[in-house]
């Protein structure tokens, strides 16, 4: 199978790549939480009593991090009691927030919280998360990556995909970067890429509402387009948070700077409107479905408007590993490259492991 080798380490290609590999380095450095104090007890419903480390609180279910068995997560309705002298915020569906030491009260399915102003309970279905106060960076980060392949012989067509998530949560903000690589390859032809890199930086206020700063950076060949830079802000809303579901809207404004492959340059301001539908299960197996739609119609390009549709799922198959399908859609009304489609889509497969 002849491939164009030169294609697959492209400058582009390059960039993201490396962005991986720098995330993997930071983990192998980074002060792991393992090594804080495990003084926290729990005691189960069938009497056995477990020491580690509360790590958070999420859909009803307590990850507990211990010396002997890892990272543990146990039902709340299996949990009798609970024993530590640490702090936890507690975030609700209803945009209160709640410091305190989380307890087991007798005879209820409750969460309580032993506040300054005394004990609050709290139904576990209203909990949108809840982590120490020292939680360790580490302890507020979801990250993980996935790798796929697959070869046609008959068409002598193969496709490789690479893609990583980060998320980080605060009760205050919400970091959120992902990247997605694409490289197809056909007998005798040069080879296809398209690369993602998309950058939020959310700051919550109050109401559930939220601004945020956004950037990206992709190239498509399949549209023609070498390189397209973004950055601009968003106002938006939550309509629903809860520890099962995230949906939320958000407007804005955003500049960019885009390349053809033809070596066209332009530059414009466009709109966004944009939509995003998390759905959590973190009960085995972790069931993670991701839905984004975003439209740009141009300020300054009568007629002009852009459109991308990302949905992702996860199963966990065993602890941390995962298998993952992707849809993804773009489309540009007046792509740069006349000769460009209008339109790229597919559906991604591959498996990954998370942290």
Same mark, same amino acid.
């Given at each position: 199978?002849?491939?164009?080798?030169?294609?697959?380490?492209?400058?582009?290609?390059?960039? *993201?790549?490396?962005? #991986?590999?720098?995330?993997?380095?930071?983990?192998?450095?980074?002060?792991?939480?393992?090594?804080?104090?495990?003084?926290? /007890?729990?005691?189960?419903?069938?009497?056995?009593? #477990?020491?580690?480390?509360?790590?958070? +609180?999420?859909? @009803?279910?307590?990850?507990?991090?211990?010396? !002997?068995?890892?990272?543990?997560?146990?039902?709340?309705?299996? %949990?009798?009691?609970?024993?530590?002298?640490?702090?936890? &915020?507690?975030?609700?569906?209803?945009?209160?927030?709640?410091?305190?030491? /989380?307890?087991?009260?007798?005879?209820?399915?409750?969460?309580?919280?032993?506040?300054?102003?005394?004990? #609050?309970?709290?139904?576990?279905?209203? %909990?949108? !998360?809840?982590?120490?106060?020292?939680?360790?960076?580490?302890?507020?980060?979801? +990250? !993980?990556?996935?790798?796929?392949?697959?070869?046609?012989?008959?068409?002598?067509? @193969?496709?490789?995909?690479?893609?990583?998530?980060?998320?980080?949560?605060?009760?205050?903000?919400?970091?959120?970067?992902?990247?997605?690589?694409? %490289?197809?390859?056909?007998?005798?032809?040069?080879?296809?890429?398209?690369?993602?890199?998309?950058? !939020?930086?959310?700051?919550?206020?109050?109401?559930?509402?939220?601004?945020?700063?956004?950037?990206?950076?992709?190239?498509?060949?399949?549209?023609?387009?070498?390189?397209?830079?973004?950055?601009?802000?968003?106002? *938006?809303?939550?309509?629903?948070?809860?520890?099962?579901?995230? +949906?939320?809207?958000? #407007?804005?404004? &955003?500049?960019?700077?885009?390349? $053809?492959?033809?070596?066209?340059?332009?530059?414009?301001?466009?709109? &966004?409107?944009?939509?995003?539908?998390?759905?959590?299960?973190?009960?085995?197996? =972790?069931? &993670?479905?991701?839905?984004?739609?975003?439209?740009?119609?141009?300020?300054?390009? $009568? @007629?002009?408007?852009?459109?991308?549709?990302?949905?992702?799922?996860?199963?966990?198959?065993?602890?941390?590993?995962?298998?993952?399908? =992707?849809?993804?859609?773009?489309?540009?009304?007046?792509?740069?490259?006349?000769?460009?489609?209008?339109?790229?889509? *597919? /559906? %991604?497969?591959?498996?990954?492991? $998370?942290?």
């Amino acid at each position: 199978m002849a491939v164009a080798y030169s294609r697959l380490l492209s400058p582009a290609l390059r960039s *993201g790549l490396l962005l #991986v590999f720098l995330l993997l380095f930071f983990l192998a450095l980074a002060p792991r939480a393992a090594l804080a104090q495990k003084t926290d /007890i729990v005691i189960l419903t069938n009497g056995d009593r #477990v020491t580690g480390e509360i790590k958070k +609180l999420e859909a @009803g279910i307590l990850q507990y991090k211990t010396d !002997s068995m890892g990272t543990v997560r146990i039902e709340w309705r299996f %949990i009798d009691t609970i024993i530590t002298d640490k702090q936890q &915020v507690i975030e609700t569906t209803d945009g209160d927030r709640w410091l305190g030491k /989380i307890q087991k009260p007798e005879a209820s399915e409750d969460v309580q919280v032993v506040t300054v102003a005394g004990p #609050v309970d709290i139904d576990p279905r209203d %909990i949108v !998360s809840a982590w120490p106060v020292e939680a360790t960076f580490l302890d507020k980060m979801d +990250l !993980s990556f996935s790798l796929g392949y697959e070869y046609q012989s008959a068409t002598g067509i @193969g496709n490789f995909s690479g893609a990583s998530d980060f998320l980080y949560r605060t009760d205050a903000r919400v970091i959120d970067a992902t990247l997605r690589a694409n %490289i197809t390859t056909q007998d005798e032809a040069e080879a296809q890429e398209r690369l993602e890199l998309r950058f !939020s930086y959310q700051r919550l206020l109050e109401d559930w509402r939220f601004r945020s700063l956004i950037a990206s950076y992709e190239s498509n060949e399949a549209l023609g387009l070498d390189r397209r830079i973004t950055g601009g802000g968003v106002f *938006g809303k939550y309509l629903r948070k809860t520890n099962l579901n995230w +949906l939320h809207y958000y #407007v804005g404004v &955003v500049g960019n700077i885009e390349r $053809s492959i033809g070596g066209e340059d332009t530059e414009s301001v466009e709109g &966004v409107l944009g939509t995003r539908w998390r759905y959590f299960q973190y009960a085995a197996p =972790e069931r &993670v479905l991701d839905t984004s739609l975003n439209v740009f119609p141009s300020l300054t390009e $009568s @007629g002009r408007w852009r459109g991308d549709l990302r949905t992702t799922f996860k199963l966990e198959l065993v602890s941390d590993l995962f298998w993952t399908m =992707e849809l993804f859609a773009t489309y540009d009304s007046d792509p740069l490259d006349v000769d460009a489609n209008q339109e790229d889509y *597919g /559906i %991604i497969t591959g498996f990954g492991w $998370s942290y």
